[in-house]
């Protein structure tokens, strides 16, 4: 391979990774009252979809601090999403049920 050549594949392959960088979606589960896991650490952009797997219980997700109004509820085998397009750390409850804790860290993109 000469030097053009490998130069042109360095920079497709560049291109094309920095190309499929793109927003995820993670994956909360609600059961036994409880947000599992509690905790994530997503990036940028990322999408965070909480899905209600229980038998009867209703929930919501409520980022309280953010001055958010409560949302409504979501019953078994519903979802509510929420992208993060800033950086940060934030809590997140459930109304109904204010034991029921979480938190999103949001982090730069990582490339
Ligand atoms: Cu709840």
Known sequence: MNKTILALTVLFSFVFSNSSVQAKDVIVEIYKKK???SEVT???????????????????VWFKQLDQEEPGYFFPDESYQKQFNQVGSFAYECGPHPQMTGNVTVIKTVK
């Open 35 to 37: 947000f599992i896991p």
């Open 42 to 60: 997503i990036e940028q952009g990322d999408r965070v979809i909480w899905k209600n797997i229980e038998t009867r219980q209703y929930h919501n």
